[in-house]
């Protein structure tokens, strides 16, 4: 394919463009620009509120490969790698500029190859950025004066200017091809890779170049400087060939990939480059730290060849895929694996998330290039190039944080002594407490999410929580001392079973209307009625009798017990999704599962939980059906039976007296309530092991897991100037109050007070030297955020832009009122829409924020520090580097040393208390250890410069091996590293 004197080839599985001076690049995306030239179509799909903006007609540009961005003007641009007014055929790659409006309106604002021999450039691959100065920045991976690619900037209107030509010089040191989208820093510079080129001399590929890739930095005006050569290390380890964007983390450094290169060399591909690829660390200055090798061991279980960018979670952790890699290798189009997601930490840290190829077929995909997405609910999304069954034509997936695909439900409401936790399954965060006099037992969510009904086991009733607002909105008497509830599937009944131990007479089942919220029926069951449970048809109660070793089966259409199952004390029981098994555990040591047929109560299998369990009490089973989750009372574990096989495949230790259990909406997680020590358990079913524990109220009966997030509640009302403004939300009071001396003549203003989700407030300081803070959470709120939203009128009600200053002079002061302990309190302002964090704190005690805005037309309460009252601290280690090797038995003390710096003032933060945790995690043979070397609170003095901490490590004692040294505190997240004790 010859475009305007490029050759572009193509195979396969491969794209190679080459110029003038023969140099190769690859990817294994260009499969799919194969199939879009060959004009390869799939079947119709059916879709809902789907509409074509435009089409392409080759004049106009033809596959616009790269993804839309929106202008601050409200219209799309992108970018088309083929077709234009310049190109003589089909067969030619040349490309457009385009902006389409949001009703579909069409306009080419520039095609390449405008110039001879496209100097302008060629092959725009990678999407657009809008910069601070509203102009489009992109490249070309190919063109140029030397035909090895440019960075441009085009205006709205489309005039285009070249800033840079890559490859004026013999060897391309400056790099050539740059494949990864630009990113301007905060700095307002631009910053890339190339693909190849550079000064690197080890990774020779097979077409005979040394071309390795590069780091770069352009101003706005055009002035590249390149910050690092890749396989400027011997064999590549510091990585060889950069395919996708770098990210400016919150730390500010800049954080990505290589797909080659690296410390381990058995992943080699036949076009001859080495190494499994890279995560790197770099400086604004160039400073290049390497944070993973992929493949540290045969099979590569942990991931191969990433081929795009990372992305940084709301949990300041970054995430990404590899191509290749991972525990699978049945996809046929490698041997090492089908791809992995993967989590990283800033200090390194690696854990993979999802092995894909884990289904029969690949259904859940295969070849994960692109980069990943982080939803406002928490969870990732992605793509992969191939798999999801016969077709096998790629897929889109999401993947929650803690690992396993799916969707997870947004909370889980936990019934405890005093009252309900509310849990935040994204960040396994307890966000809210609802109180509940009495004793709450168990509850569970209706079917359309909007309310939790809580058996209040003291107080013999039923409260019935809205999850709008997350308050009581109704109690509902029963019988005596309710122990479990179940609401059917249509939402119109729900189930109480009554068991008072001192009162034999409540052995009944309460049937609530919801309509009336009102018992409607009472009905006599066997003797310590627990937990009852409703088949997925709606049709059947079964409610478990302890005492009379029975279960009752109520009919709902008439309320009457039509048959009782014996078996030896049944406890909790679950239905298969299908409804055609019951699986119901025996209090028993050691413990027993009967499988029961429904509805013909016919016992098919009795599973023995083995010697390690005893006395299981409540049962859950996963969406799918595939494993069942058992709670072991007294042996303080969980035993998972798979349920193709009916036996027992792993025991899981959790906490102390494990009692209530269930499956998060997408199967991912499992959430086991310990009674004893008041603490949630959360096992990932990908793995079968305890992936977090979460501290909640004491005594934990009972947890539903909700799949719709609160609601939000918006407040308005007029904003004085002069007067003190009092909101109330729940159950706070809140005050706001503009100084004396404000100019604000002729200004009313108004505020409304919306909810927004944690996630939704982490995306909008993300980026910002505020992306560690978090907001300050009001009861009776969810667990959200409160967002004020400022808008303001002239005398006569006319919609008028907000005051702003050009100096920092307009203070919003701000006191509560309410019996929660708030920490630092303050305010963060930006223009509606915008992320321009640009106010800081003025002060610790007092919550005062200054700074101008663009209007005056936002601020969200924000907590600065946890329980440092100087508030939250950016973290710099000053020595020493991490990874560090000291030898065995060295007699001089490793210092270490952190500085700490307020994110609120850019002040030092003087009396932070800093510990230290250090702990083998390999031997002196490599052998995996867990052993806790040194572990102390307060281990730093500050020394030298205020916001200055340091501590002496002493390592002469250290036995050989691998250590993860952690520096954690009360105002910074904990800080990772790794050293080794060698010979």
Same mark, same amino acid.
């Given at each position: 394919?010859?475009?305007?004197?490029?050759?572009?080839?193509?195979?396969?599985?491969?794209?190679?463009?080459?110029?003038?001076?023969?140099?190769?690049?690859?990817?294994? *995306?260009?499969?799919?620009?194969?199939?879009?030239?060959?004009?390869?179509?799939?079947?119709?799909?059916?879709?809902?509120?789907?509409?074509?903006?435009?089409?392409?007609?080759?004049?106009? @540009?033809?596959?616009?490969? !790269?993804?839309?961005?929106?202008?601050?003007?409200?219209?799309?641009?992108?970018?088309?790698?083929?077709?234009?007014?310049?190109?003589?055929?089909?067969?030619?790659?040349?490309?457009?500029?385009?902006?389409?409006?949001?009703?579909?309106?069409?306009?080419?604002?520039?095609?390449?190859?405008?110039?001879?021999?496209?100097?302008?450039?060629?092959?725009?691959?990678?999407?657009? =950025?809008?910069?601070?100065?509203?102009?489009?920045?992109?490249?070309?991976?190919?063109?140029?004066?030397?035909?090895?690619?440019?960075?441009?900037?085009?205006?709205?209107?489309?005039?285009?200017?070249?800033?840079?030509?890559?490859?004026?010089?013999?060897?391309?040191?400056?790099?050539?091809?740059?494949?990864?989208?630009?990113?301007?820093?905060?700095?307002?510079?631009?910053?890339?890779?190339?693909?190849?080129?550079?000064?690197?001399?080890? #990774?020779?590929?097979?077409?005979?170049?040394?071309?390795?890739?590069?780091?770069?930095?352009?101003?706005?005006?055009?002035?590249?400087?390149?910050?690092?050569?890749?396989?400027?290390?011997?064999?590549?380890?510091?990585?060889?060939?950069?395919?996708?964007?770098?990210?400016?983390?919150?730390?500010?450094?800049?954080?990505?990939?290589?797909?080659?290169?690296?410390?381990?060399?058995?992943?080699?591909?036949?076009?001859?480059?080495?190494?499994?690829?890279?995560?790197?660390?770099?400086?604004?200055?160039?400073?290049?730290?390497?944070?993973?090798?992929?493949?540290?061991?045969?099979?590569?279980?942990?991931?191969?060849?990433?081929?795009?960018?990372?992305?940084?979670?709301?949990?300041?952790?970054?995430?990404?895929?590899?191509?290749?890699?991972?525990?699978?290798?049945?996809?046929?189009?490698?041997?090492?694996?089908?791809?992995?997601?993967?989590?990283?930490?800033?200090?390194?840290?690696?854990?993979?998330?999802? /092995?894909?190829?884990?289904?029969?077929?690949?259904?859940?995909?295969?070849?994960?290039?692109?980069?990943?997405?982080?939803?406002?609910?928490?969870?990732?999304?992605?793509?992969?190039?191939?798999?999801?069954?016969?077709?096998?034509?790629?897929?889109?997936?999401? &993947?929650? !944080? @803690?690992?396993?695909?799916?969707?997870?439900?947004?909370?889980?409401?936990?019934?405890?002594?005093?009252?309900?936790?509310?849990?935040?399954?994204?960040?396994?965060?307890?966000? +809210?407490?609802?109180?509940?006099?009495?004793?709450?037992?168990?509850?569970?969510?209706?079917?359309?999410?909007?309310?939790?009904?809580?058996?209040? +086991?003291?107080?013999?009733?039923?409260?019935?929580?809205?999850?709008?607002?997350?308050?009581?909105?109704?109690?509902?008497?029963?019988?005596?001392?309710?122990?479990?509830?179940?609401?059917?599937?249509?939402?119109?009944?729900?189930?109480?079973?009554?068991?008072?131990?001192?009162?034999?007479?409540?052995?009944?089942?309460?049937?609530?209307?919801?309509?009336?919220? /009102?018992?409607?029926?009472?009905?006599?069951?066997?003797?310590?009625?627990?937990?009852?449970?409703?088949?997925?048809?709606?049709?059947?109660?079964?409610?478990?009798?302890?005492?009379?070793?029975?279960?009752?089966?109520? +009919?709902?259409?008439?309320?009457?017990?039509?048959?009782?199952?014996?078996?030896?004390?049944?406890?909790?029981?679950?239905?298969?999704?299908?409804?055609?098994?019951?699986?119901?555990?025996?209090?028993?040591?050691?413990?027993? *599962?009967?499988?029961?047929?429904?509805?013909?109560?016919?016992?098919?299998?009795?599973?023995?939980?083995?010697?390690?369990?005893?006395?299981?009490?409540?049962?859950?089973?996963?969406?799918? @059906?595939? &494993?069942?989750?058992?709670?072991?009372?007294?042996?303080?574990?969980?035993?998972?039976?798979?349920?193709?096989?009916?036996?027992?495949?792993?025991?899981?230790?959790?906490?102390?007296?494990?009692?209530?259990?269930?499956?998060?909406?997408?199967?991912?997680?499992?959430?086991?309530?310990?009674?004893?020590?008041?603490?949630?358990?959360?096992?990932?079913?990908?793995?079968?092991?305890?992936?977090?524990?979460?501290?909640?109220?004491?005594?934990?009966?009972?947890?539903?897991?909700? %799949?719709?997030?609160?609601?939000?509640?918006?407040?308005?009302?007029?904003?004085?100037?002069?007067?003190?403004?009092?909101?109330?939300?729940?159950? +706070?009071?809140?005050?706001?109050?503009?100084?004396?001396?404000?100019?604000?003549?002729?200004?009313?203003?108004?505020?409304?007070?919306?909810?927004?989700?944690?996630?939704?407030?982490?995306?909008?300081?993300?980026?910002?030297?505020?992306?560690?803070?978090?907001?300050?959470?009001?009861?009776?709120?969810?667990?959200? #955020?409160?967002?004020?939203?400022?808008?303001? %009128?002239?005398?006569?009600?006319?919609?008028?832009?907000?005051?702003?200053?050009?100096?920092?002079?307009?203070?919003?002061?701000?006191?509560?009122?309410?019996?929660?302990?708030?920490?630092?309190?303050?305010?963060?302002?930006?223009?509606?829409?915008?992320?321009?964090?640009?106010?800081?704190?003025?002060?610790?005690?007092?919550?005062?924020?200054?700074?101008?805005?663009?209007?005056?037309?936002?601020?969200?309460?924000?907590?600065?520090?946890?329980?440092?009252?100087?508030? &939250?601290?950016?973290?710099?280690?000053?020595?020493?580097?991490?990874?560090?090797?000291?030898?065995?038995?060295?007699?001089?003390?490793?210092?270490? !040393?952190?500085?700490?710096?307020?994110?609120?003032?850019?002040?030092?933060?003087?009396?932070?208390?800093?510990?230290?945790?250090?702990?083998?995690?390999?031997?002196?043979?490599?052998?995996?250890?867990?052993?806790?070397? *040194?572990?102390?609170?307060?281990?730093?003095?500050?020394?030298?410069?205020?916001?200055?901490?340091?501590?002496?490590?002493?390592?002469?004692?250290?036995?050989? @091996?691998?250590?993860?040294?952690?520096?954690?505190?009360?105002?910074?997240?904990?800080?990772?590293?790794? *050293?080794? =004790?060698?010979?």
């Amino acid at each position: 394919m010859v475009v305007r004197g490029t050759v572009v080839s193509m195979t396969q599985d491969r794209i190679s463009v080459r110029g003038t001076r023969g140099r190769a690049t690859t990817t294994v *995306l260009a499969l799919a620009i194969v199939l879009a030239v060959a004009g390869f179509a799939t079947g119709p799909a059916e879709a809902q509120n789907f509409s074509t903006l435009a089409t392409f007609n080759f004049t106009d @540009g033809a596959i616009p490969y !790269a993804g839309l961005v929106q202008g601050a003007d409200g219209n799309f641009y992108g970018t088309t790698v083929a077709g234009g007014a310049n190109c003589s055929n089909q067969s030619a790659f040349c490309g457009t500029v385009f902006k389409v409006t949001p009703s579909g309106i069409l306009t080419t604002l520039y095609n390449f190859c405008s110039q001879s021999n496209c100097t302008d450039g060629a092959f725009p691959y990678t999407a657009l =950025i809008q910069a601070s100065d509203g102009s489009f920045y992109g490249t070309t991976v190919v063109g140029g004066a030397s035909g090895a690619g440019t960075i441009f900037k085009v205006t709205p209107g489309g005039t285009l200017t070249t800033l840079y030509s890559f490859c004026p010089q013999s060897g391309c040191p400056d790099g050539a091809e740059p494949f990864g989208a630009l990113l301007q820093g905060s700095d307002g510079n631009f910053y890339g890779t190339t693909y190849l080129g550079g000064t690197g001399q080890s #990774c020779t590929l097979n077409n005979g170049s040394s071309e390795c890739g590069t780091v770069f930095k352009i101003t706005p005006s055009g002035t590249l400087t390149t910050l690092y050569n890749f396989c400027s290390q011997s064999n590549c380890t510091d990585g060889d060939s950069p395919n996708g964007a770098l990210i400016q983390a919150s730390d500010g450094n800049f954080y990505g990939t290589t797909t080659y290169g690296g410390a381990n060399k058995s992943c080699t591909n036949g076009n001859g480059d080495t190494g499994c690829g890279t995560v790197f660390k770099i400086t604004s200055s160039g400073a290049l730290t390497t944070l993973y090798n992929f493949c540290p061991q045969s099979g590569c279980a942990d991931g191969a060849e990433p081929g795009s960018g990372l992305i940084q979670g709301t949990d300041g952790n970054f995430y990404g895929t590899t191509i290749f890699g991972g525990a699978n290798s049945s996809c046929s189009e490698n041997d090492i694996g089908c791809g992995v997601a993967f989590k990283i930490t800033p200090g390194g840290t690696l854990t993979t998330l999802y /092995s894909f190829c884990s289904q029969s077929n690949c259904t859940d995909g295969t070849l994960p290039y692109a980069a990943l997405i982080q939803g406002a609910n928490g969870n990732f999304y992605g793509t992969t190039l191939a798999g999801g069954g016969t077709n096998n034509y790629g897929t889109v997936f999401t &993947l929650s !944080a @803690g690992g396993g695909t799916g969707n997870q439900g947004s909370f889980a409401y936990i019934a405890g002594s005093g009252g309900v936790s509310l849990l935040d399954t994204t960040t396994d965060l307890v966000v +809210n407490a609802i109180p509940i006099s009495g004793e709450p037992y168990e509850l569970a969510v209706s079917p359309d999410q909007t309310k939790v009904y809580v058996a209040d +086991n003291a107080g013999n009733s039923v409260s019935v929580v809205a999850t709008a607002n997350n308050t009581v909105t109704a109690t509902i008497p029963v019988g005596l001392g309710p122990d479990g509830v179940a609401v059917t599937p249509n939402g119109q009944f729900v189930y109480v079973a009554n068991n008072d131990a001192n009162n034999p007479t409540s052995n009944t089942v309460s049937v609530i209307s919801t309509a009336s919220n /009102s018992v409607v029926q009472t009905v006599t069951v066997g003797p310590a009625p627990f937990l009852p449970k409703v088949t997925p048809d709606g049709s059947l109660v079964y409610v478990a009798s302890t005492q009379g070793n029975e279960l009752s089966v109520i +009919n709902t259409s008439t309320n009457t017990v039509t048959a009782t199952v014996p078996i030896t004390a049944p406890t909790g029981l679950a239905f298969a999704p299908n409804g055609a098994l019951a699986y119901v555990a025996q209090f028993a040591s050691p413990g027993t *599962l009967t499988v029961l047929a429904v509805p013909s109560n016919r016992v098919v299998a009795t599973i023995p939980l083995g010697s390690a369990s005893a006395n299981p009490i409540k049962v859950a089973i996963t969406p799918d @059906g595939s &494993l069942v989750y058992v709670t072991n009372l007294s042996s303080n574990n969980v035993s998972v039976v798979e349920t193709g096989s009916n036996s027992v495949i792993a025991t899981v230790p959790v906490g102390n007296q494990p009692y209530a259990i269930a499956v998060s909406t997408d199967g991912s997680q499992v959430y086991v309530g310990n009674a004893a020590d008041g603490t949630i358990s959360v096992i990932s079913t990908a793995t079968n092991s305890v992936v977090a524990t979460v501290p909640v109220a004491d005594g934990v009966f009972g947890i539903a897991v909700a %799949s719709a997030p609160p609601m939000s509640q918006p407040i308005t009302q007029p904003l004085s100037p002069t007067q003190p403004n009092v909101f109330n939300f729940g159950t +706070n009071n809140q005050v706001v109050q503009y100084p004396p001396g404000t100019n604000f003549s002729g200004v009313n203003m108004t505020t409304t007070a919306v909810e927004i989700t944690q996630a939704q407030f982490q995306q909008r300081v993300a980026g910002t030297k505020f992306a560690s803070a978090a907001c300050i959470v009001y009861s009776g709120t969810g667990g959200n #955020c409160i967002d004020y939203q400022v808008t303001c %009128s002239d005398n006569s009600g006319n919609p008028i832009t907000c005051p702003g200053e050009p100096q920092p002079t307009i203070a919003v002061q701000t006191s509560f009122t309410t019996a929660q302990t708030i920490v630092n309190p303050g305010y963060l302002t930006t223009p509606i829409g915008q992320n321009q964090w640009t106010n800081i704190f003025t002060g610790y005690a007092d919550p005062t924020v200054k700074g101008r805005t663009v209007g005056f037309s936002e601020f969200v309460a924000v907590d600065l520090g946890a329980t440092n009252p100087q508030g &939250l601290a950016q973290f710099k280690l000053l020595h020493p580097v991490f990874p560090k090797k000291i030898g065995l038995g060295r007699e001089h003390p490793t210092p270490v !040393a952190i500085r700490l710096t307020s994110v609120a003032t850019g002040k030092p933060i003087t009396d932070a208390r800093v510990g230290i945790s250090v702990v083998m995690i390999a031997d002196g043979k490599g052998n995996p250890t867990q052993q806790v070397v *040194l572990s102390k609170l307060s281990a730093f003095k500050q020394e030298g410069a205020p916001g200055t901490y340091k501590l002496n490590l002493h390592t002469a004692k250290y036995a050989l @091996g691998t250590y993860t040294v952690t520096i954690y505190g009360n105002a910074f997240p904990a800080y990772q590293g790794q *050293l080794q =004790i060698v010979k």
